[in-house]
């Protein structure tokens, strides 16, 4: 392909084509580095309903929480609490020795503060909401 004028083509919604083209990153981010991503959920089932679950994806020693979420009636019950810790353990058995998320203003800081998460970063977004980017040590 010459650099020339090029048209860049918006794809929306782009489920696929992100998948095409972030699997190839994946490649070339394990190449360079020996970054293996190993995944998995964590989820609490009231039969066959997901009423609790998150993501993690441990790499390069270090776990990323994404997606932590407790049905509303189960909240304030410490399911939460028991599902992250789920998370943290598992990610343990697979390595990590640290962990990191993120989480947004009207999320859940002071819940991952209260497990021992601190800030490292907070990016201010122009309409008056914030994302705080969170560490510890497993």
């Not at 990153?25 to 989820?43: E, H, I, K, L, P």
């Not at 909401?129 to 497993?138: E, I, N």
Request: glycine fraction near 8%; proline fraction near 1%.
């Amino acid at each position: 392909m010459e650099n020339r004028s090029l048209e860049f083509e918006c794809v929306a919604p782009d489920d696929d084509v992100y998948a095409d083209y972030a699997s190839r990153f994946d490649r070339y981010n394990q190449d360079a580095s020996g970054w293996q991503v190993q995944t998995f959920s964590m989820v609490l089932r009231d039969k066959e309903r997901i009423v609790a679950g998150g993501r993690g994806l441990v790499y390069l020693g270090a776990l990323e929480v994404r997606g932590l979420w407790v049905d509303h009636d189960l909240r304030g019950k410490g399911v939460g609490s028991d599902l992250l810790k789920a998370i943290e353990d598992e990610a343990r058995e697979r390595g990590a020795t640290k962990a990191m998320l993120f989480t947004l203003a009207w999320q859940a800081e002071s819940f991952y503060r209260s497990h021992g998460y601190e800030e490292f970063s907070r990016f201010n977004f122009p309409r008056g909401h914030y994302r705080v980017d969170m560490q510890k040590t497993l």
